[in-house]
């Protein structure tokens, strides 16, 4: 069965000759010796798929009788430590957790739950909700309940309950149809009626709403990024803008936001190793490329200007060369 985290455009491929009490072994070694021994550890994980990972960590815990990313946690630090961990972190636990450090604390990290949110598919988001009950005993739709509000929380809630249509048929009348109702909920009216918006741009599939988007243009003579910039506001218009660009092209929302964590003074590793590491079987390949497109230089060059060390070295080898 193919797993519903693994694309075509990854940079991370299944490791041939796969063999995960070697593995596990030669990772044993590594951090048991005196001084740890990052090479191997970098070369190993980089170079196994999750799956793959997932395999060489119970293989470990029965060679070590202790659980490969609480090692990992001990023996490393910093954040080549945050991104060795969640190497080994299965992908539905791994956003379950970025999602409870959104919510976590002062404050909520919106940008990171938008991303999240808007990027997974239905069917991932479900199994991130199942992750997260089981690791915080709260689900998640409470925990966003608790942490936002009014029609941006309303949206958040669709999304995290993983409703989105997946089908790739796309239906013109349906589109039409959709497009008038937006254009009736904003630029038509006086006042914005968000739940319009919330259930079109939430329910319909990607391909579905690209279409709806060129006929809201033939409708309206504007994009609908335009119209939703001048009828909402707030963290509600940040997520619906989120929506469309990635209906449009996911890669390409994906390297903005890999662009803004890595330009500037200073860099946003949270934003920096979830997308690695969450999008390295997925597309990160179309990343690069978009990436490329938006900035002018490589992603692969970005990371080594602004990283160093053990951390520099493990996210080229995720990158996987230079564009």
């Given amino acids: 069965m193919a797993s519903i985290w693994v694309g075509k455009r990854g940079t991370i491929r299944d490791y041939a000759g796969f063999n995960p009490s070697v593995d596990a072994e030669a990772i044993r070694k590594a951090i048991r010796g005196i001084g740890t021994d990052e090479k191997t550890l970098i070369s190993i994980l980089t170079e196994r798929t999750n799956a793959q990972r997932q395999l060489i960590a119970k293989e470990y815990q029965a060679l070590c009788g202790k659980e490969l990313k609480d090692d990992l946690k001990g023996d490393l630090s910093g954040h080549f430590k945050h991104l060795m961990v969640a190497l080994v972190t299965p992908p539905a636990v791994f956003d379950a957790k970025q999602l409870k450090k959104s919510m976590k604390g002062m404050g909520t990290n ?12 239905s ?10 009950y089981t690791a915080y005993k709260k689900s998640l739709g409470d925990e966003i309940s608790s942490e936002t509000s009014g029609n941006f929380r309303k949206a958040l809630l669709i999304l995290a309950n993983g409703r989105r249509d997946e089908s790739l048929k796309v239906d ?33 599939s990607f391909p579905q709403l690209k279409l709806t988007f060129d006929e809201y243009r033939n409708i309206s003579q504007k994009d609908i990024e335009d119209s939703i910039k001048g009828e909402l506001s707030g963290h509600f218009e940040d997520l619906l803008l989120a929506i469309v660009r990635c209906a449009r092209n996911t890669p390409a929302f994906l390297a903005e936001r890999l662009y803004r964590a890595l330009k500037g003074a200073g860099t946003d590793e949270f934003t920096l190793n979830r997308i690695m590491v969450s999008r390295s ?22 990371i080594k200007s602004d990283t160093s060390g053990d951390y520099e070295i493990t996210l080229l080898k995720i990158c996987g060369g230079d564009d």
């Fill in 281 to 302: 079987e997925i597309d990160l390949l179309d990343i690069r490329a978009e990436f490329k497109k938006l900035s002018g230089y490589s992603l692969y060059s970005a």
């Fill in 172 to 204: 013109e009348q349906l589109a039409r149809k959709d497009a008038q109702i937006l254009y009736n909920a904003g630029e038509k009216r006086w006042g914005t009626d968000e739940d319009a918006f919330t259930d079109i741009l939430c329910l319909r």
């Fill in 110 to 121: 919106e940008d990171a739950l938008i991303e999240i949110l808007t990027t997974r598919t």
């Fill in 123 to 132: 069917k991932q988001m479900q199994e991130i909700g199942h992750a997260y």
